[in-house]
Nanobody
Framework: VQLQASGGGLVQPGGSLRLSCVTS????????IGWFRQAPGKEREGISC????????FYADSVKGRFALSRDPEKKTVYLQMNDLEPEDTAIYYC???????????????????????WGQGTQVTVSS
């Protein structure tokens, strides 16, 4: 059971990036996938969660309306489309899931760190002119 986030980079304010979370070792249809970020000197925060089977999505207020989730079960990948990026979005971005997710049908319960116990390596996003 592994996850790997990728797709980060340097982008100007107002620009866009699409992050990918590639999973392996399980069927994505049974798992929710959360996205988190950690800015320098700050705690890790939850920003969104993708439910399996067209379940409810969660977004933090700070990204609502600018970020959007999608998933491709065949590629075992969840995407985070990030638009209208701001310097405050600069952080290392991580994806995560939890071992109990199949018991909930792969539905998200929130974006609290304590809801997730399997983490992938992060990808750096830098928003700067």
């Amino acid at each position: 059971v592994q996850l790997q986030a990728s797709g980060g980079g340097l982008v100007q304010p107002g620009g866009s990036l699409r992050l990918s979370c590639v999973t392996s070792g399980w069927t994505l249809d049974y798992y929710s996938i959360g996205w988190f970020r950690q800015a320098p000197g700050k705690e890790r925060e939850g920003i969104s969660c993708s439910s399996a089977n067209n379940g409810k999505e969660f977004y933090a207020d700070s990204v609502k309306g600018r970020f959007a989730l999608s998933r491709d079960p065949e590629k075992k990948t969840v995407y985070l489309q990030m638009n209208d990026l701001e310097p405050e979005d600069t952080a290392i971005y991580y994806c995560a899931t939890d071992r109990q997710s199949p018991l909930r049908g792969g539905y998200c319960v929130g974006i609290d760190l304590s809801d997730f116990d399997i983490w992938g390596q992060g990808t750096q996003v830098t928003v700067s002119s």
